[in-house]
């Protein structure tokens, strides 16, 4: 059975940052497409970030210079590094898996899915 578990998430000042880390078990993701969604309330899920096989990141521009994106193949997990935050980064954060090489930025192109964790960014 595949999982992928957040973690890291909270309770932070504007301006703070937070690391959230997603460990994958039941698959191994190393050499597949992995990306950060976020969900606020009343709002569609949206891209966030993700890694393509080849480590290469991609960035929604609303983060882009803020946060960045990493994974760690041996661990068999990846990390979203969130600086400088703001009260609209505010939404649950979910890490997201698809069977590709390659990255997109819809939703329904990913096929398994974290159970989310929430940041909340205070002003």
């Known amino acids: 059975q595949v999982q992928l578990v957040e973690s890291g998430g909270g309770l932070v000042q504007a301006g703070g940052s937070l690391r959230l880390s997603c460990a994958a078990s039941g698959r191994t993701f190393n050499s597949e497409a992995m990306g950060w969604f976020r969900q606020a309330p009343e709002k569609e899920r949206e891209f966030v970030a993700g890694i393509d096989s080849v480590g290469s990141t991609y960035y929604a521009d609303s983060v882009k210079g803020r946060f960045a994106i990493s994974r760690d193949n041996a661990k068999n997990t990846v990390y979203l590094q969130m600086n400088s935050l703001k009260p609209e980064d505010t939404a649950v954060y979910y890490c997201?898996?698809?069977?590709?090489?390659?990255?997109?930025?819809?939703?329904?192109?990913?096929?398994?899915w974290g159970q989310g964790t929430q940041v909340t960014v205070s002003s």
């Open positions: 997201a898996g698809r069977p590709s090489y390659t990255i997109t930025y819809s939703s329904r192109d990913y096929y398994y």
